[in-house]
């Protein structure tokens, strides 16, 4: 007998009057979640032929709680355990430390709140502290922070070009914070879809299945990394003003609306799945990679001086960068589609 989540066992079927089949239900299973004679048990017929039976009303409500002693973790490493605890789930964090440490601790749970949606201090005392998400995994729609990453990584972009067609350098002030905000709900993301994996409750209410969810987290992925290449832009363009002022028409950027039109086709089939869009839409992106590729292999025959020569180069890597990973992004669509599509053979 199973007496925990994890443990398994087999159990035969029983015929009772000749049209019904009845399987009995492991009783530590039943206590768990107060269950009494009469209840009503969901049960789900899964793509991959597994019955789920789940309560139709939980009673138990489960938080996942995660511990660290300051004093026992490597050192500087406090805030990728508590990011980890964030990604895995965890509802509530407990940190335990020595007094004289508080200011290194401060700076480090700070820095976590900021990078992270939904926890909160508690809980403050002079040796321990507790944090508490007040984010439940399934009130924000995945789709909703897709869309989210998309605009902030197409709106950094467009700034960048203004800059570089004569407008002011003060519209990419914030671009740290733009690419901050990516960071924060690329991790959203997984966090729900950690959940998902363990929690029906939240697969339910996010509307998506297991290995949907997974796909969703890699084009989160593909958008940060998106991200990446485009502050890197923001952050050439603003420290270097005399090169943005005197590269006039400049080819490398010249493919990024092509490179923005295709995405934003890419980001509609999310939905839509229309497979002769996606692929005309990384046609099209291979083409721009094919000739960012040649510009750059022409200027490096071309005898430039060696600082334009570097600079030019790296914008180029970056826009062609930017359509490699949209071809990915498009990739996973189809890997979507084809799946949803799938049959199982009789």
């Known amino acids: 007998m199973g007496y925990g989540p994890g443990d398994q066992e087999v159990r035969k079927l029983q015929s009772t009057g000749g049209s019904t089949y009845t399987l009995s239900l492991p009783k530590p299973w039943v ?3 107060g269950l009494e004679p009469r209840d009503s048990l969901r049960v789900d017929w899964r793509p991959s032929g597994a019955l789920r039976i789940t309560p139709l009303n939980e009673r138990t409500v489960r938080e996942l709680h995660a511990f660290f002693d ?10 990728d355990h508590l990011m980890g605890a964030y990604i895995s789930g965890a509802d509530v964090i407990k940190i335990a430390f020595e007094q004289e440490n ?17 926890f909160e201090i508690v809980d403050e005392q002079s040796t321990k502290m507790e944090l508490r998400c007040l984010l439940n995994a399934a009130d924000m729609p995945l789709y909703a922070s897709l869309n989210r990453m998309y605009l902030l990584v197409t709106s950094l972009m467009r700034d960048i070009i203004n800059v570089f067609e004569g407008g002011d350098a003060d519209f990419l002030s914030d671009a740290e914070e733009r690419e901050s905000e990516v960071d924060a709900l690329l991790y959203l993301v997984e966090r729900q879809t950690r959940l998902l994996l ?13 290995p949907q969810a997974l796909e969703y987290a890699n084009l989160a992925r593909s958008l940060e990394r998106m991200m990446d290449h485009v502050n890197a832009l923001s952050r050439f363009t ?20 092509t ?6 086709e890419l980001m509609i089939n999310i939905r839509t799945r229309d497979s002769t869009r996606i692929e005309e839409a990384r046609h099209v992106l291979k083409s721009t990679q094919t000739a960012l590729l040649a510009y750059e292999q022409t200027h490096l025959r071309s005898g430039a001086d060696g600082a334009d020569l570097a600079h030019a180069l790296g914008i180029s890597e970056s ?15 189809l890997n979507m589609k084809i799946a949803a599509e799938m049959t199982a053979a009789r």
């Open 259 to 264: 490179w923005m039109g295709a995405l934003k």
């Open 31 to 33: 206590v768990e979640f």
């Open 70 to 79: 300051h004093s026992r973790l490597p050192e500087n490493s406090l805030h």
């Open 102 to 118: 508080y200011a290194v601790l401060a700076r480090s749970v700070r820095r976590f709140l900021k990078s992270t949606r939904g």
């Open 198 to 210: 363990d929690s029906h409750s939240v697969s339910s209410k996010l509307n998506l299945t297991r």
């Open 319 to 333: 826009v062609r960068r930017l359509c490699a990973y949209s071809r990915d992004f498009g990739e996973v669509l």
């Open 238 to 257: 603003t420290d270097h003003p005399r090169f943005v002022a005197n590269v006039g028409s400049f080819p490398p950027l010249e493919h990024v609306p």
